[in-house]
């Protein structure tokens, strides 16, 4: 029920915040729902290592004797919506459910995301990063750089300012399109996007900073969703890509 701002304004005051899971009744409720108009449901919930969404979701679709299928492809905010967007490209090929479960699992690897937080409070208290990553909380006046590429966040670099903290993702991402994603890169398939957390204005200018140094590609932005942000806290900024799935 909060807006983006209110929960800022929240989170600042240090007002106790916290995440919880949907009930299985509220899962169960919803799906029963759909499924009453649809074949089969698809849900591609937050990557398993981040959330336990996902575990409780894979358990609760048993009892639906295969007309709910539970993607586990270690995505989140940006790339997760990419994953929705190339699940419905796959229902329109003609492909049933437990088609799009498998070839979106077959693809969870072909993903990155690098991000810089203005602190790894809210991380280290959820419990959400590796020891590697809370370990730089304790190097004074270093901005961390963080890494997602499979269940949870883990370290990437610590440097000096926002500014290199920018530099250092951007060099990441275009090692990343120049090694291991180049074959997806030149048919075409890499999409690139950008995520941040309360900084709208920031996140324009990081945009155009992505954009300059990948000119002529598309770049998707969201603010992250404030069960994400809980985690993380205000003045985040994320460079993302993931492969688009193709039938």
């Keep these: 029920t909060l807006s983006q701002d209110e929960f800022y304004q929240w989170l600042k005051s240090d007002a106790s ?11 169960m409720g919803l799906w029963d729902n759909l499924l009453k108009e649809y074949d089969e449901i698809v849900q591609i919930p937050m990557s398993s290592g981040l959330s336990a969404t996902c575990a409780t979701a894979m358990g609760l679709a048993q009892e639906y004797e295969g007309r709910v299928h539970v993607v586990d492809n270690q995505r989140i905010s940006v790339t997760q919506r990419q994953s929705v967007e190339d699940a419905i490209a796959l229902r329109d090929a003609g492909k049933s459910g437990a088609e799009i479960k498998k070839i979106l699992e077959e693809e969870k690897f072909n993903s990155s995301i690098y991000i810089t937080l ?41 440097v000096r300012g926002k500014k290199q903290a920018r530099r250092t ?64 806290g205000y003045g985040s900024l994320a460079i993302a890509c993931s492969k688009k799935v193709t039938a």
């Design 169 to 232: 993702m951007l060099k990441a991402m275009k090692a990343d399109f120049e090694g291991r994603f180049a074959p997806f890169v030149q048919n075409g398939e890499m999409c690139l996007q950008a995520a941040y957390t309360g900084n709208p204005e920031e996140a324009e200018e990081w945009k155009q900073e992505m954009q300059e140094t990948f000119p002529g590609m598309e770049i998707h932005m969201d603010p992250l969703s404030l069960s994400v942000a809980c985690h993380i």
């Design 118 to 158: 203005e602190t790894l409070k809210y991380l280290k208290k959820g419990g959400r990063i590796t020891p590697a990553a809370a370990a730089i909380g304790t190097v004074l006046n270093l901005k961390p750089v963080l890494q997602l590429q499979g269940e949870k966040l883990d370290a990437f670099a610590k």
């Design 17 to 27: 915040i916290s995440t919880s899971q949907p009930s299985p009744g509220e899962t």
